[in-house]
């Protein structure tokens, strides 16, 4: 009996040096500059001065440049997208950023997977970029107990523990531990990438996969909770949908769908949405060869050639004009247009 009490106290002891080591390597990650996205200390340094903020997941934080957008509206915005980020992380970060900031509008980007979404469908991905851009250890605490179902713990900790020992790594072998460019304010480029469809392909992928327009009670709640947020701290929300590229749309059906449910959202919600996919003159400016780094995002050159075009039309929406007739009406007459129906 003495040698299985010893056997049980060593291995106690063993599991909890574990956890503690490894807990210290996830918590070392979670608070450092080399968590994906982690931008607090920038954020806090320019608190009182953002008046315009970008939010939504990775499509606008890749295709939405502030100081280009600055430079058209006379504002000082902020891009607090984020890689995989949910409503329940965009009401968290606007909270943080409304609260310390004279913020007199938001662009909230959509998508066809924002009202649709599960947190199964991503595999907690989103968290794990989330909880370190959140402020305090009481924060992201109470994001993880209230926020990530508990099926998603094992993942979060296992990938914050891998990524902590990367870090120390990488600070033992004096690399960078610093992921973000402060310069850029949020806004993060990525490389152009050929994503066009191989011509024998075409006619194959037309149509091939239907969109998922099953929407979530859940996701309208939380969408909701987000206007409502804006709107207390006096600030006006735009919904805007960033340009995918021409071979996302030609693959997937259903489109117009996520169009019908979006605006019945919008006008049910008294919220202006404006859906750059149907951009009239979309194809003068992106192309599936030099315009994208996937099939969901635009590149840094995309983002550099879309930025100045949503600013001009922004500000003029801003601004109380009229500016439908920038757009087409339909995912179906852009598909009409599109390269690859020629």
């Avoid at 106690?12 to 200390?41: K, P, Q």
């Avoid at 152009?192 to 392909?201: F, G, P, W, Y």
């Avoid at 600030?235 to 030609?250: E, F, G, H, N, T």
């Amino acid at each position: 009996m003495h040698s299985f009490r010893r056997i049980l106290g060593v291995s106690a002891a063993f599991v909890l040096i574990c956890l503690i080591l490894t807990g210290s390597l996830a918590w070392a990650f979670i608070e450092s500059e080399y968590a994906y996205d982690e931008d607090r200390t920038l954020r806090r340094s320019l608190a009182g001065q953002v008046d315009l903020l970008i939010a939504g997941a990775s499509q606008p934080q890749r295709a939405i440049i502030p100081s280009m957008l600055d430079e058209s509206l006379g504002t000082y915005s902020y891009n607090l997208g984020g890689g995989w980020m949910n409503l329940i992380g965009d009401y968290r970060l606007l909270e943080t950023e409304l609260e310390r900031n004279p913020v007199k509008d938001v662009f909230l980007a959509v998508s066809y997977a924002t009202l649709t979404r599960t947190e199964a469908s991503d595999d907690y991905e989103g968290d794990t970029y989330i909880v370190p851009r959140l402020e305090t250890m009481q924060d992201k605490a109470d994001y993880v107990l209230r926020c990530v179902d508990y099926r998603g713990y094992v993942s979060l900790y296992e990938y914050y523990v891998q990524q902590g020992w990367a870090y120390m790594l990488s600070a033992i072998r004096g690399e960078p531990v610093h992921n973000v460019n402060y310069d850029y304010r949020g806004w993060r480029p990525v490389t152009t990438k050929d994503v066009s469809l191989a011509e024998d392909k075409v006619d194959q992928m037309h149509d091939s996969k239907p969109l998922d327009v099953d929407v979530r009670d859940e996701n309208v709640k939380q969408l909701q909770d987000v206007l409502t947020l804006c709107r207390d701290h006096g600030a006006k929300v735009y919904l805007v949908v960033i340009p995918l590229s021409d071979q996302r749309m030609w693959r997937q059906s259903g489109w117009d769908t996520f169009l019908d449910y979006m605006q019945a959202f919008a006008d049910e919600n008294d919220v202006p949405l404006y859906d750059f996919n149907l951009l009239k003159n979309r194809w003068d400016l992106f192309n599936d060869k030099t315009s994208y780094c996937n099939d969901n995002h635009l590149s840094e050159e995309g983002a550099k050639v879309f930025t100045p075009v949503f600013a001009e039309i922004m500000g003029k929406a801003m601004a109380g004009e009229d500016v439908s007739a920038y757009f087409y009406d339909s995912y179906e007459q852009v598909k009409d247009m599109s390269p690859y129906a020629k």
